[in-house]
């Protein structure tokens, strides 16, 4: 997948485009940037209703280029880089969503996997752990 970026692009729209790829992980947006293998301050979560000039000076359109076999924290440093966008990618947890904070070494497409595998029971009503 290809996101375009562009100062005018929805924070909204960027987090569409990711989680149609990957329907397991979702991306949000904060105002404070994290290292590698850190969570975010769920307190700095920024609105996915403003755009990209809203909250960086982004100068001219930029395309980040993401692949089922990048791992996690090198596409949140990708949209750190690229755009000046600070991202941390969760992932399902049944009825959940969990930061990817200390699995940043895993690839989305293990991290959607491992999304969808905890998730099957929620999503279909199910619940194998009872009949082991």
């Known amino acids: 997948m290809i996101i375009e970026i562009n100062k005018k692009?929805?924070?909204s729209q960027l987090a569409e485009t990711f989680n149609k790829y990957y329907p397991f992980l979702k991306i949000e947006f904060f105002s404070d940037t994290h290292q590698r293998q850190e969570a975010s301050d769920t307190n700095n979560v920024i609105f996915?209703?403003?755009?990209?000039?809203?909250?960086?000076?982004?100068?001219?359109?930029?395309?980040?280029?993401?692949?089922f076999w990048n791992k996690t924290?090198?596409?949140e440093?990708?949209?750190?880089?690229?755009?000046g966008l600070n991202v941390q990618v969760y992932r399902?947890?049944?009825d959940k969503w969990i930061?990817?904070?200390?699995?940043?070494?895993?690839?989305?497409?293990?991290?959607?996997?491992?999304?969808?595998?905890y998730s099957e029971d929620i999503l279909h009503g199910t619940n194998r752990t009872n009949k082991l």
């Open 9 to 11: 692009t929805k924070l």
């Open 48 to 67: 996915k209703y403003l755009t990209v000039e809203d909250i960086t000076p982004l100068q001219h359109n930029v395309f980040i280029e993401i692949h």
């Open 73 to 75: 924290g090198t596409v």
């Open 77 to 83: 440093l990708a949209f750190k880089q690229k755009a």
């Open 92 to 94: 399902r947890n049944g």
């Open 99 to 117: 930061q990817t904070s200390g699995t940043d070494e895993l690839t989305l497409e293990e991290q959607n996997s491992i999304g969808k595998m």
